[in-house]
């Protein structure tokens, strides 16, 4: 290799290099925001399901009327360099069972699911600030109840934990009934029993399913970071070799230099 294509060869590297550690940086901030905001929301659904104890405590309300088929909202990568991050939320999902609608979100996981011959009922991109997640999960929860009708909604999505993207499923709607709770007596309500309830629970759908959003957003940005920091180590080790051949390459000039001025002057002797 001559001297100019190594010289170009280690700038190129080093440029790669800043890029990769710039989308380091911006994946950690993103993951680091989010992080802050599922505290947020998780205090907003625990409100939700006090008020839910509370205010319907001594009231008989009957369970939501579920009359339309089922959704599996999965929450896959948005953009590229996650590793098998998109792969292992699908191999989680699994066979879907008859009459579910698959509703998926994330440009990439989606062309991955594609090329599987998973077809989804909706997909949608990932935003990419996390402050935009609670309207998307309005956008979601609008394309879920489209018809007008209610029906069972679950979420598959990824937890980043101890350095890695672990799966978890969780049924959202209808709220599961909680248990161990003590007995409240009857609150005063200014709105039917049954209002009230359908009010509550679809404020909570909206919650959980902001913190799942949150929560698979900071998984793709970990898994981001996770993969650029493996794609840092192995520039570093490259150049560290190019760098390595172009000082033993100036070295081998110098003493090549050298030798010539000796035999030079050897001969003018």
Same mark, same amino acid.
């Given at each position: 290799?001559?001297?100019?294509? *190594?010289?170009?060869?280690?700038?190129?590297?080093?440029?790669?290099?800043?890029?990769?550690?710039? !989308? #380091?940086?911006?994946?950690?901030?993103?993951?680091?925001?989010? /992080?802050?905001?599922?505290?947020?929301?998780?205090?907003?659904?625990?409100?939700?399901?006090?008020?839910?104890?509370?205010?319907?405590?001594?009231?008989?309300?009957?369970?939501?009327?579920? #009359?339309?088929?089922?959704?599996?909202? @999965?929450?896959?990568?948005?953009?590229?360099?996650?590793?098998?991050?998109?792969?292992?939320?699908?191999?989680?999902?699994?066979? +879907?069972?008859?009459? #579910?609608?698959?509703?998926? +979100?994330?440009? $990439?996981?989606?062309? +991955?699911?594609?090329?599987?011959?998973? !077809?989804? =009922?909706?997909?949608?991109?990932?935003?990419?600030?996390?402050?935009?997640?609670?309207?998307?999960? %309005?956008?979601?929860?609008?394309?879920?109840?489209? %018809?007008?009708?209610?029906?069972?909604?679950? @979420? *598959?999505?990824?937890?980043? #934990? $101890?350095?890695?993207?672990? @799966?978890?499923?969780?049924?959202?709607?209808?709220?599961?009934?909680?248990?161990?709770?003590?007995?409240?007596?009857?609150?005063?309500?200014? *709105?039917?029993?049954?209002?009230? =309830?359908?009010?509550? /629970?679809? %404020?909570?759908?909206?919650? @959980?399913?902001?913190?799942?959003?949150?929560?698979?957003?900071?998984?793709?940005?970990?898994?981001?970071?996770?993969?650029?920091?493996? =794609?840092?180590?192995?520039? &570093?080790?490259? *150049?560290?070799?190019?760098?390595?051949?172009? $000082?033993?390459?100036?070295? &081998?000039?110098?003493?090549?230099?050298? +030798?010539?001025?000796?035999?030079?002057?050897?001969?003018?002797?």
């Amino acid at each position: 290799m001559s001297d100019s294509d *190594l010289s170009a060869r280690i700038d190129g590297i080093r440029q790669l290099g800043s890029v990769v550690r710039a !989308m #380091t940086g911006i994946a950690g901030a993103r993951a680091r925001t989010a /992080r802050t905001q599922i505290a947020a929301v998780d205090g907003y659904a625990a409100t939700l399901e006090a008020a839910l104890e509370q205010g319907l405590a001594g009231v008989e309300s009957e369970a939501p009327g579920l #009359t339309a088929r089922p959704v599996l909202v @999965v929450f896959c990568a948005e953009q590229g360099f996650v590793g098998g991050f998109s792969e292992r939320v699908l191999d989680a999902v699994g066979a +879907i069972p008859k009459g #579910t609608d698959l509703f998926l +979100i994330g440009s $990439r996981g989606a062309a +991955i699911a594609a090329s599987r011959g998973m !077809m989804p =009922a909706w997909s949608a991109a990932m935003p990419s600030r996390s402050a935009s997640l609670p309207k998307f999960a %309005d956008n979601v929860l609008e394309a879920v109840f489209a %018809d007008g009708n209610l029906r069972p909604v679950a @979420v *598959l999505h990824a937890i980043w #934990t $101890r350095g890695l993207a672990v @799966v978890e499923r969780s049924d959202l709607f209808p709220l599961p009934p909680a248990e161990g709770t003590r007995a409240q007596s009857a609150p005063l309500i200014n *709105l039917a029993a049954a209002d009230l =309830a359908a009010a509550l /629970r679809l %404020d909570h759908l909206h919650a @959980v399913l902001t913190r799942a959003a949150l929560h698979a957003f900071v998984a793709e940005n970990e898994a981001r970071m996770a993969s650029m920091s493996t =794609a840092s180590r192995q520039i &570093e080790d490259e *150049l560290g070799v190019l760098e390595a051949l172009a $000082r033993r390459q100036r070295q &081998e000039a110098i003493t090549a230099e050298i +030798i010539e001025i000796a035999a030079g002057a050897m001969a003018g002797r």
